[in-house]
């Protein structure tokens, strides 16, 4: 079984989508699910994909999800579709600890406040935000989702580093080489210090 699939250049993990039960969006607004990219065509990936890809990750020890993900990819972007659910929170973060410790690249973006304050430090996992506050933003990767076009603008220490799908022509790979994006040198470089 493949647990990371092919995607803009990285290969990631694609989970179900929606609230639970059915998906793992359990912190998703209900724009966010009715928006979704992933509920219509544009996500070619059936349910029974990802489905299986959750269940490995919840009957899995880290150590055999680690070398899972690392047997198959040199870079992951967590959560192409779907989120990380809080039954898996502790979990995922000792993952991604031990894939950053492995010099794995990996990025992507949560809703879950809780997971994404255990990984924030070691990783490029950002924290997606509908209508941020001032005071948000500092010191993290933060995503806000244009709906109408649907790009996504991210953000690192309150300012704009890159607007990503939609129209971007940018790929993660391409991010990855060029120090851009979810990868910008001020923010690899934080990583690096903690």
């Not at 990631?12 to 359990?26: Q, R």
């Not at 990996?106 to 950002?126: A, D, E, L, M």
């Not at 806000?144 to 220490?157: H, I, K, L």
Request: proline fraction near 4%; glycine fraction near 8%.
């Amino acid at each position: 079984m493949e647990l990371t699939r092919p995607f803009s250049g990285i290969r990631a993990i694609f989970l179900p989508v929606g609230k639970p039960p059915v998906g793992t969006c359990e912190f998703a607004s209900d724009v966010c699910l009715s928006c979704c990219a992933s509920f219509g065509g544009q996500n070619v990936l059936g349910v029974d994909c990802k489905e299986r890809a959750l269940r490995f990750l919840m009957n899995s020890e880290s150590v055999e999800i680690t070398s899972k993900i690392r047997s198959e990819a040199t870079a992951v972007y967590w959560f192409a579709s779907g989120d990380c659910p809080s039954s898996l929170g502790e979990k995922l973060a000792e993952v991604i600890l031990l894939l950053s410790d492995l010099g794995i690249n990996q990025n992507g973006f949560t809703r879950n406040v809780s997971f994404w304050n255990k990984v924030r430090h070691f990783s490029n996992i950002g924290l997606t935000i509908e209508a941020p506050k001032k005071s948000d933003g500092v010191g993290f990767l933060m995503a806000v989702p244009n709906y109408e076009t649907g790009a996504v603008s991210v953000y690192f220490d309150r300012s704009l580093v890159m607007e990503c799908f939609g129209d971007c022509t940018y790929r993660c790979d391409q991010c990855i080489e060029e120090k851009k994006g979810c990868f910008t040198e001020k923010l690899t470089s934080l990583l690096k210090e903690d």
